[in-house]
């Protein structure tokens, strides 16, 4: 089991050149939030509520951060056209 800095580095890392904030909930859940390019104070994507007991393997940890990365460029898409949102219980 990766701890928390770890943990976080990958998920951060990830996401690089773009600023991606990770942080740990006292209910042991986490919040991702990635940033706009521009607009450094502006959030394009919020993800709370992340298991982080389920992040066990660096298959759910690569399965997390290719889900995060579809939702940010759904973000980009015309609402109308948006499939909802996915659940992040692995």
Known sequence: MLSDLELRSIIEGSF???RCECIKAEDASLTVKIYDDKD??????????IRADK????????????????????????????????????
């Open 16 to 18: 690089l050149p773009k």
């Open 40 to 49: 450094h104070e502006r959030v394009n994507l919020l993800v709370t509520g």
């Open 55 to 90: 992040l066990d393997s660096s298959r759910a940890i690569c399965n997390l951060i290719t889900g995060l990365r579809e939702d940010l460029k759904q973000q980009h898409i015309p609402p109308l056209t948006r499939v909802g949102a996915r659940p992040y219980y692995y």
